[in-house]
C-alpha cells in the first residue's frame, strides 16, 4: 500500500463510532473520522468561537452540506458556551450527550411504536373465532390507516425540512442553493466524483455490518428468509417497517465509495428485524399438529432465544471495548495539551499523517494559535480554516476544490514554528520527526493498536489475554519542543 494510501484516511471496517451512542459512549468512544469532524464539529466550533477548519463541501461553490444540522446541535452548544466559558470539551461533551439522549428517546419512540404491531399474537389465543375475524379486521383497517398517516406525515416533515434547509443555507452560504440537491448529483447522478475519497467492494457493508453488529446483522439479513415461517406476524406491517434495512443497504452497495457510517440510518432497524427473527425461533419447529408448541424442539428454541441474545451481547460489549482501548488514544493524547499553556499564547500545534484522526478543534486550548498540517506525504486536499476576511461560511476560497486535488497553501513548510507535534510511531521505516530528542521531548504517549500488523480476529473483538498479546501496538505521541 502507497504511503499516500495508508494516510488518505482511517479504516472504518475496524476503526468505528458514532457521536450518536448510548450516553456511556458519548465520554469514552474515540472521535469519528476526519470527514464527519470537519463537516460538523468544526463547523460547530467555527459558529460558536468564529476559528475551525473548513472543507471543500461548505465552500458555497459546493453547497454539500445543509447548515441546518449544524443548528441542530448548535442547540445545545451555544447555552453550553455560555455555561461553561472557555472550557470547550464540556461543551463538546454536552452536544454529545444531548446526541446520546435524542438516540435513546427515538429508539424508545420506535420500540412503542411497534409494540402495536405485536397485539394480534398477544390477543388471539385467547379468543374464539369470531372474536379473531372481527378483530384482524379492525386491526388490518387500523392499521392501515397508521401506515397511511404516518406515509404523509413523514412526507410533510421531509418538505419542512427540505425548505428548511434551503432558507437557513441562504442565510449561511449568501444565496440561493439546496444542499441536498447538491449532494445527491455529487454522489449519485454522476455530477461529482466520490471515487476519489476511497472505493470498496460490494461486500464492504456486509464486512462492517457484522464488525459492528456482529450475530444482529447476520440475523437481521435472515428475516426476508424468516417471513414465510412466520408472516401471519410479520406480514406486511413489519416487513414494511423493516424494509428499508435491504434497500439502503442494496443501493450503498451500488456506489463506489463507502464509508461505514452511512449504514447510521439503518442501524435501528437492523435490531427490529434481529429482535424479530429471534422471536420467531420456535416458529421454525412448530408443525401443524403441534399446535401449542409443546415439542421438544420448540421448548429448546425457546430456550436458544436468550442463548443469542446473550451471545449478541457478550459480542457487543467485546467490540466496545475494542474500540475503546485499541482507538482511543488520540481523543486522550490531545486532551493534554491543557497542562501545557505555560509556553504562551500563539503556539502552533503541527500534525503530520495524523491529520484524519485529529479530534476536532474543541479539544485545542486557547492558548494554541493555530494547528496546520505539516508535509507527510499526502497529496489530497486537506481542510483549510474558515476565512472570516473571504465571508466565513459565505466564502468561496480559491484553494478549495472538488477533485480531491493538494493546495500548495495546506502545508506549513518551517517547521521551525512548529510548538507541538503529534505523531503516530508505528513499527514501520515511515519516518518519525519525534524521534529528534535534541529538538522534542515527549510529553504524552499512549498505544494505540496498528491495523495492518494485528491479525483481524484478535483486533476486531476483545478477548482478555489475547488482545494484548496477539495485537501489535504503535505510540501515539504528544510532543513539545525543547527550549533552546
Known amino acids: 500500500m502507497s504511503l499516500s494510501t495508508r494516510l488518505r484516511r482511517p479504516q472504518q471496517s475496524d476503526d468505528p463510532s458514532s457521536s450518536s451512542s448510548p450516553p456511556p459512549s458519548s465520554f469514552y468512544s474515540k472521535v469519528d473520522k476526519q470527514g464527519s469532524l470537519s463537516n460538523y464539529w468544526e463547523p460547530l466550533h467555527f459558529l460558536l468561537y468564529k476559528s475551525g ?8 461553490q459546493f453547497a454539500l452540506r445543509s447548515y441546518l444540522y449544524i443548528l441542530f446541535h448548535e442547540l445545545v452548544g451555544r447555552p453550553a458556551s455560555w455555561l461553561f466559558a472557555e472550557e470547550k470539551l464540556r461543551v463538546f461533551y454536552a452536544v454529545r450527550i444531548f446526541l446520546a439522549l435524542l438516540s435513546v428517546i427515538t429508539d424508545t419512540v420506535l420500540r412503542v411504536g411497534l409494540s402495536s404491531l405485536a397485539f394480534l399474537e398477544l390477543i388471539i389465543p385467547r379468543m374464539s373465532v369470531d372474536d379473531i375475524i372481527f378483530q384482524v379486521s379492525c386491526q388490518a383497517h387500523s392499521l392501515s390507516r397508521r401506515f397511511k398517516q404516518a406515509f404523509l406525515a413523514g412526507a410533510a416533515i421531509s418538505v419542512a425540512l427540505l425548505v428548511s434547509s434551503v432558507l437557513v443555507d441562504h442565510y449561511y452560504y449568501s444565496g440561493w442553493t439546496s444542499s441536498l440537491l447538491n449532494l445527491l448529483i455529487y454522489n449519485v447522478a454522476g455530477g461529482g466524483e466520490s471515487h476519489l475519497y476511497g472505493t470498496e467492494g460490494p461486500l464492504y457493508y ?18 426476508l428468509a424468516m417471513v414465510p415461517i412466520a408472516r401471519k ?6 416487513l414494511i417497517v423493516v424494509s428499508p434495512v435491504y434497500i439502503w443497504l442494496a443501493f450503498m452497495s451500488l456506489q463506489p465509495h463507502k464509508e461505514e457510517r452511512f449504514l447510521y440510518p439503518i442501524y435501528p432497524l437492523i435490531c427490529v428485524a434481529a429482535s424479530a ?11 401443524d399438529y403441534d399446535s401449542q408448541g409443546n415439542s421438544p424442539t420448540v421448548m429448546t428454541a425457546k430456550i436458544l432465544r436468550p442463548v443469542v441474545l446473550s451471545l449478541i451481547l457478550c459480542a457487543s460489549h467485546a467490540r466496545t471495548f475494542s474500540v475503546i482501548n485499541g482507538y482511543s488514544a488520540p481523543i486522550e493524547v490531545y486532551k493534554l495539551l491543557e497542562d501545557h499553556d505555560d509556553v504562551g499564547t500563539g503556539s502552533i500545534l503541527c500534525v503530520g499523517n495524523e491529520w484524519h484522526r485529529f479530534p476536532s478543534s474543541f479539544f485545542v486550548p486557547d492558548y494554541v494559535g493555530e494547528v496546520r498540517w505539516i508535509d507527510d506525504g499526502f497529496r489530497g486536499l486537506l481542510p483549510f480554516p474558515f476565512n472570516s476576511t473571504l465571508g466565513g461560511t459565505a466564502a468561496a476560497p480559491p484553494y478549495l476544490n472538488s477533485k480531491n486535488k493538494a493546495s500548495d497553501l495546506q502545508y506549513l513548510r ?71
Open 53 to 60: 477548519f473548513q472543507t471543500w463541501e461548505y465552500s458555497s
Open 206 to 223: 456486509l464486512r462492517n455490518g457484522f464488525n459492528n453488529s456482529n450475530f444482529c446483522f447476520v440475523l437481521a439479513l435472515l428475516f
Open 277 to 287: 427473527v429471534i422471536e420467531s425461533f420456535p416458529d421454525v419447529f412448530r408443525f
Open 414 to 484: 518551517d517547521l521551525d514554528q512548529c510548538t507541538f507535534l503529534v505523531e503516530l510511531q508505528l513499527s514501520r521505516p515511515f519516518p518519525s520527526r519525534g524521534s529528534d530528542l535534541s529538538t522534542w521531548e515527549v510529553i504524552g504517549a499512549l498505544p494505540y493498536l496498528d491495523r495492518e500488523l494485528s491479525p483481524a480476529k484478535y483486533r476486531s473483538f476483545f478477548i482478555p489475554y489475547l488482545w494484548q498479546h496477539k495485537n501489535i501496538f504503535g505510540m501515539y505521541k504528544l510532543h513539545r519542543r525543547v527550549p533552546k
Open 233 to 238: 406476524k410479520y406480514a406486511p406491517n413489519l
